[in-house]
């Protein structure tokens, strides 16, 4: 029984990971390409946040009740795009700071060889 349930729960998991839109937006973010778009994509929360004062407005007016579940999705998806862009400039200055250590070591290592200057590289087809 355990296992139908562990395996139900991973299914339905990677389904929501791979077809979701905030899941795949998050997912995008969250790649080195990706990291400086963490900041704008906080601007995305404020459609969400106004689209959930609509529905509460329209639960309040007599509507569904269904609706109130957009209206925990809506805040839901604000508080995750909020949360996001904070993580993201985190995320960016560690990578560019291990980028930075990356290129120091490297440049160490080339100046300890006896490299004399190392400017733009030059591929080997190219020279004749």
């Not at 609706?67 to 809506?74: A, D, G, K």
Request: aromatic fraction near 10%.
């Amino acid at each position: 029984m355990f296992d139908i349930i562990l395996a139900t729960t991973a299914r339905c998991y990677f389904f929501l990971r791979r077809f979701m839109p905030m899941a795949i937006v998050i997912d995008a973010i969250n790649t080195r390409r990706g990291l400086k778009w963490g900041v704008p994509a906080m601007l995305l929360a404020v459609p969400y946040a106004i689209a959930a004062v609509y529905f509460r407005a329209q639960v309040g007016d007599g509507g569904p009740g269904w609706l109130n579940l957009l209206v925990i999705l809506c805040l839901w998806n604000t508080l995750k795009l909020l949360h996001i862009g904070p993580i993201s400039l985190l995320k960016l200055m560690m990578v560019r700071i291990r980028e930075a250590r990356a290129r120091r070591r490297m440049t160490r290592v080339l100046l300890g060889d006896g490299v004399e200057s190392f400017g733009e590289p030059v591929h080997m087809t190219t020279q004749r």
